[in-house]
């Protein structure tokens, strides 16, 4: 039997013993996210160690960088929860200074993007940094015990949005921070999964070889905070992307009108009007990404909840400029 | 038997690995990490059968330690020292080539 060639480099970044739970998602986006990075390196600069990292605070900082040890075989630095965007841009500046060629890659969580870093983010892709940011979407803070952030989606149990008699937990819709990041009209901006790893490699390469400013939204199971079994990871996160919840999408230079979007799977039919996706058809129910995790457990008692929630995830692919229909 | 690709690494962290506080609280060695050996934390482990696998590279992929390298054959390795048992190499794997069995102690 022929034997393909591993599907990415085998050099390693992200160190084992870190403190992660076991089953972290956000653990596999990190390992994957900083070989494709070193990938890309390699091809644009000749270089694969070519790239620093700048991380907020958040899960995984605190478990890949408990002193005196570190998880990461890349030079990096731990800022405060606000500011990984303001320190990678200072990082761009001073390498542009020194004339190291490169990229810096700026990483945070939920929380650390979505509420409290937003406007350092925005700032730097407005003054046009050549960095690329990555936010890992475990959709709750997991890191100080799983409070609600502003990407914490409808219907979902968190210490802070507790579900019962007068509430049936997150009541608002989730915020698209990679949205936000394209309206900036920055070269690229996109959605990955870890449920589909070759695409978000694909994904991270693409955005680490743009000159400019990138941004990328990966979507990773926390098997504490959503309560799911540990071995089941990378199914709930392909799930996501089957039922409909969790769009893949690329937009470039900001242009709404031509975003590109991967086809979900799972037996979803895709409608396509010349190149573009126009109309999606899935054929796996919500219910069978909730049931996995506790986390919606509650809202099996509220059918009208789990309307409220398909009404919402049409409104999304809406703003996409994707007709759906969910079973 | 492959080495695995931190071998350097956790000979290196054995030799100068200290808890004395640096200036500015820098860690020096890299990947230093590997002195934790979470394998303790595991309660299901993974059995790999050779036979059934067919080399998708899936787990090696998957694995958030990473506790999974390749071999030269590029046959998964399965590193026990790390390992948590999370189980997802298990559920990703096409063929059942992983299984997840009681830890014996």
Same mark, same amino acid.
């Given at each position: /039997?022929?034997?393909?060639? =591993?599907?990415?480099?085998?050099?390693?970044?992200?160190?084992?013993?870190?403190?992660?739970?076991?089953?972290?998602?956000?653990?596999?986006?990190?390992?994957?996210?900083?070989?494709?990075?070193?990938?890309? /390196?390699?091809?644009?600069?000749?270089?694969?160690?070519?790239?620093?990292?700048?991380?907020?605070?958040?899960?995984?900082?605190?478990?890949?960088?408990?002193?005196?040890?570190?998880?990461?075989?890349?030079?990096?630095?731990?800022?405060?929860?606000?500011?990984?965007?303001?320190?990678?841009?200072?990082?761009?500046?001073?390498?542009?200074?020194?004339?190291?060629?490169?990229?810096?890659?700026?990483?945070?969580?939920?929380?650390?993007?979505?509420?409290?870093?937003?406007? *350092?983010?925005?700032? /730097?892709?407005?003054?046009?940094?050549?960095?690329?940011?990555?936010?890992?979407?475990?959709?709750?803070?997991?890191?100080?015990?799983?409070?609600?952030?502003?990407?914490?989606?409808?219907?979902?149990?968190?210490?802070?949005? =507790?579900?019962?008699?007068?509430?049936?937990?997150?009541?608002?819709?989730?915020?698209?921070?990679?949205? #936000?990041?394209?309206?900036?009209?920055?070269?690229?901006?996109?959605?990955?999964?870890?449920?589909?790893?070759?695409?978000?490699?694909?994904? /991270?390469?693409?955005?680490?070889?743009?000159?400019?400013?990138?941004?990328?939204?990966?979507?990773?199971?926390?098997?504490?905070?959503?309560?799911?079994?540990?071995?089941?990871?990378?199914?709930?996160?392909?799930?996501?992307?089957?039922?409909?919840?969790? =769009?893949?999408?690329?937009?470039?230079?900001?242009?709404?009108?031509?975003?590109?979007?991967?086809?979900?799977?799972?037996?979803?039919?895709?409608?396509?009007?010349?190149?573009?996706?126009?109309?999606?058809?899935?054929?796996?129910?919500?219910?069978?990404?909730?049931?996995?995790?506790?986390?919606?457990?509650?809202?099996?008692?509220?059918?009208? *909840?789990?309307?409220?929630?398909?009404?919402?995830?049409? *409104?999304?692919?809406?703003?996409?400029?994707?007709?759906? #229909?969910?079973? | 038997?492959?080495?695995?690709?931190?071998?350097?690494?956790?000979?290196?962290?054995?030799?100068?690995?200290?808890?004395?506080?640096?200036?500015?609280?820098?860690?020096?060695?890299?990947?230093?990490?590997?002195?934790?050996?979470?394998?303790?934390?595991?309660?299901?482990?993974?059995?790999?059968?050779?036979?059934? $696998?067919?080399? $998708?590279?899936? $787990?090696?992929?998957?694995?958030?330690?990473?506790?999974?390298?390749?071999?030269?054959?590029?046959?998964?390795?399965?590193?026990?020292?790390? $390992?948590?048992?999370?189980?997802?190499?298990?559920?990703?794997?096409?063929?059942?080539?992983?299984?997840?069995?009681?830890?014996?102690?």
């Amino acid at each position: /039997m022929a034997v393909r060639k =591993p599907p990415i480099t085998t050099r390693e970044y992200w160190a084992p013993g870190h403190a992660a739970c076991a089953g972290c998602g956000c653990a596999i986006a990190l390992k994957l996210a900083t070989k494709a990075f070193s990938e890309a /390196m390699e091809e644009k600069y000749g270089d694969p160690n070519a790239f620093a990292i700048a991380q907020a605070t958040g899960c995984m900082e605190v478990v890949s960088a408990v002193f005196p040890y570190t998880a990461w075989k890349v030079p990096w630095v731990h800022v405060a929860f606000e500011n990984a965007a303001a320190a990678a841009s200072g990082i761009d500046a001073a390498w542009k200074k020194l004339g190291y060629k490169g990229k810096i890659l700026a990483i945070g969580g939920d929380g650390g993007t979505a509420d409290i870093g937003i406007q *350092a983010l925005s700032g /730097m892709l407005e003054r046009w940094h050549n960095v690329v940011y990555l936010m890992y979407d475990n959709e709750a803070y997991m890191n100080t015990g799983i409070q609600r952030s502003s990407s914490t989606p409808y219907g979902a149990w968190t210490t802070t949005s =507790p579900p019962g008699k007068y509430s049936i937990g997150e009541d608002k819709p989730k915020k698209w921070v990679a949205l #936000i990041a394209a309206a900036h009209q920055i070269p690229y901006a996109a959605t990955a999964s870890i449920g589909n790893p070759f695409d978000f490699v694909k994904k /991270m390469k693409k955005a680490a070889k743009v000159d400019g400013p990138a941004f990328v939204q990966v979507h990773c199971t926390c098997p504490t905070g959503w309560k799911s079994p540990l071995e089941k990871s990378v199914e709930i996160a392909r799930l996501a992307i089957e039922t409909g919840i969790w =769009p893949l999408f690329e937009i470039e230079n900001g242009d709404f009108h031509n975003i590109k979007i991967q086809s979900p799977g799972g037996g979803a039919k895709v409608k396509r009007e010349g190149g573009k996706v126009v109309a999606i058809e899935f054929k796996k129910p919500v219910e069978e990404y909730l049931k996995l995790q506790g986390r919606f457990k509650h809202l099996f008692k509220q059918p009208e *909840a789990i309307q409220v929630m398909k009404e919402q995830i049409k *409104a999304m692919w809406k703003v996409l400029g994707v007709d759906v #229909i969910l079973p | 038997m492959a080495e695995s690709p931190f071998k350097a690494d956790i000979e290196r962290v054995e030799k100068e690995y200290s808890e004395k506080m640096t200036p500015g609280a820098i860690v020096y060695l890299p990947g230093s990490s590997v002195i934790n050996k979470t394998g303790s934390w595991r309660v299901f482990m993974p059995e790999f059968h050779k036979d059934k $696998c067919v080399r $998708c590279y899936l $787990c090696y992929v998957y694995c958030p330690e990473p506790a999974i390298y390749l071999d030269e054959e590029n046959y998964p390795v399965f590193d026990y020292d790390y $390992c948590k048992g999370c189980g997802v190499c298990a559920n990703e794997c096409p063929t059942k080539a992983i299984v997840m069995v009681r830890e014996k102690k």
